[in-house]
């Protein structure tokens, strides 16, 4: 974490946050908090957690690392991916989470996998992307895609995984086209804020001083593969500003 963060200047050893998705009527369920136990808005599901890695060398020591082992698709992992795709390298690489950046960012490697993947299940419904020729950008014409079934995501991370809600990882925008929220990177993946909505993510920073960097705890729930609605930002705007001041 970053020196003039509040987590850095309180010596705060654990914090959470709620970020609602775009379409959810009860928006102001949106918190920052630390210390403390945490208001419950994970309706039914169950809490999955993942360690936080200490940062190497090579990585920026005020980001939350995690170790990604794979991505799935309705269920099956994608084992097209290369092996060692999302692990450390000498130019930086591995996976962090961000509340600062919206969407999110996997090696190019691996996006080029999910894209393909993405694209082949949906022609199979009869979508087709806007633009086919455009490898680095996924997106499709709402009006078609809005009454599809959407292929299900899931991230699986050591001794976790994160089931997706369509909203996590499609955008629908005001052109009438809605995109993926997952954009291919170089040196180094990031698990942007988009991704992280509609779950409490909390951060036990305990172990951080010991062997380990702590433990990254969230919510799952059931994962209801339908369109996203249009979304309105304002709401995540404010508080992604507030985890900046907290964090950062």
């Given amino acids: 974490?970053?020196?003039?963060?509040?987590?850095?200047?309180?010596?705060?050893?654990?914090?959470?946050?709620?970020?609602?998705?775009?379409?959810?009527p009860d928006k102001d369920k949106s918190f920052v908090s630390w210390g403390v136990e945490t208001p419950n808005n994970n309706k039914g599901g169950h809490t999955h957690s993942t360690p936080l890695l200490v940062p190497t060398v090579n990585q920026n020591a005020h980001w939350y690392y995690v170790k990604l082992?794979?991505?799935?698709?309705?269920?099956?992992?994608?084992?097209?991916?290369?092996?060692?795709?999302?692990?450390?390298?000498?130019?930086?690489?591995?996976?962090?989470?961000?509340?600062?950046?919206?969407?999110?960012?996997?090696?190019?490697?691996?996006?080029?996998?999910l894209r393909r993947e993405l694209v082949s299940k949906m022609q199979s419904k009869g979508v087709s992307p806007t633009n086919p020729a455009d490898e680095d950008h996924l997106c499709f014409d709402t009006q078609a895609f809005a009454d599809k079934e959407v292929p299900k995501l899931a991230l699986v991370f050591a001794g976790a995984v994160m089931e997706l809600k369509v909203q996590n990882y499609f955008f629908t925008l005001d052109s009438g086209v809605t995109c993926l929220t997952i954009l291919p990177s170089t040196g180094g993946s990031v698990l942007g804020s988009m991704l992280q909505t509609g779950r409490t993510m909390t951060y036990d920073l305990q172990l951080q001083d010991g062997?380990?960097?702590?433990?990254?705890?969230?919510?799952?729930?059931?994962?209801?593969?339908?369109?996203?609605?249009?979304?309105?930002?304002?709401?995540?705007?404010?508080?992604?500003l507030l985890l900046c001041w907290v964090l950062l």
């Avoid at 970053?2 to 850095?8: G, I, Q």
């Avoid at 705890?217 to 609605?229: I, K, L, R, S």
């Fill in 69 to 113: 082992t794979g991505v799935q698709v309705d269920g099956q992992l994608l084992s097209d991916i290369p092996a060692g795709t999302f692990d450390v390298k000498t130019d930086g690489g591995g996976v962090f989470l961000s509340t600062t950046l919206p969407v999110t960012y996997l090696e190019k490697d691996a996006y080029h996998v």
């Fill in 211 to 240: 062997a380990g960097g702590g433990m990254l705890t969230f919510d799952t729930f059931e994962t209801a593969a339908a369109a996203p609605a249009p979304a309105k930002v304002h709401i995540m705007i404010m508080v992604t």
């Fill in 1 to 24: 974490m970053a020196p003039l963060s509040l987590v850095t200047q309180l010596q705060i050893s654990s914090f959470s946050y709620f970020i609602a998705l775009p379409d959810d």
